[in-house]
């Protein structure tokens, strides 16, 4: 059974670093094709994809979020980290972990995903 | 910001049928690269509903997605109140080197 789960800070304040983490379990990080991603959705808006890191270590980010981003992992504790630095009030969005089912570290979906967790930025 | 297109919203009565699409372009759907359609409740973590044209164990076959070109649909027969939800496409863009979501289409059960 795969679960993933949340945590980190549910307020900060703007221009200040966030940094999530997502627990695993029910799968490893190191079989091949795995990967976990991050993605965001606003209060009222629509999700939006952040980041990926998969069992070899490459990585994705979005172009439009990319300077601000990075995701690492650590096989041995079941864990993925997102760190977004210089938080703006229009990061304050509800960000959800997700299992990425695929062949290749290309492609495939987020077949698992957290409960998410709310995060507002404001000071 | 989300380079998949798909309708606001759509609704239907109870036992209608309803499609949502998804346009996207030829750096994405236009590609090798699966549609992958979520189902999401305000609250909750989305649901894979589709991949590919596949469907996960457990999901009705009441839904079901196609893709032509750089579209793709999802079609719900049946309609039924627990329907009622948010549902997102999903594909990867070659160009961004990334994953894209749709805007999100809001189905209302009448």
């Known amino acids: 059974q795969i679960t993933l789960k949340e945590s980190g800070p549910t307020l900060v304040k703007p221009t200040q670093t966030l940094t999530l983490t997502c627990t695993f379990s029910g799968f490893s990080l190191s079989t091949s094709g795995v990967g976990v991603g991050w993605i965001r959705q606003p209060p009222g808006k629509a999700v939006e994809w952040l980041a990926v890191i998969y069992w070899n270590d490459n990585k994705r980010y979005s172009p439009s979020l990319k300077s601000r981003l990075t995701i690492t992992k650590d096989t041995s504790k079941n864990q993925v980290v997102l760190t977004m630095t210089n938080m703006d009030p229009v990061d304050t969005a509800t960000y959800f972990c997700a299992h990425r089912r695929g062949a290749t570290d290309t492609g495939g979906n987020f077949d698992y995903w957290g409960q998410g967790t709310l995060v507002t930025v404001s000071s | 910001q989300s380079v998949l297109t798909q309708p606001p919203s759509v609704s239907g009565a109870p036992g209608q049928r309803v499609t949502i699409s998804c346009t996207g372009s030829?750096?994405?759907?236009?590609?090798?690269?699966?549609v992958h359609w979520y189902q999401h409740l305000p609250g909750t973590a989305p649901k894979l509903l589709i991949y590919g044209n596949n469907r996960p164990s457990g999901v009705p076959d009441r839904f079901s997605g196609s893709k032509s070109g750089t579209s793709s649909s999802l079609a719900i027969t049946g309609l039924q109140a627990e329907d009622e939800a948010d549902y997102y496409c999903q594909s990867y863009d070659i160009s961004l080197s990334g994953y894209v979501f749709g805007t999100g289409t809001k189905v209302t059960v009448l």
């Open positions: 030829n750096s994405n759907i236009g590609t090798n690269y699966d």
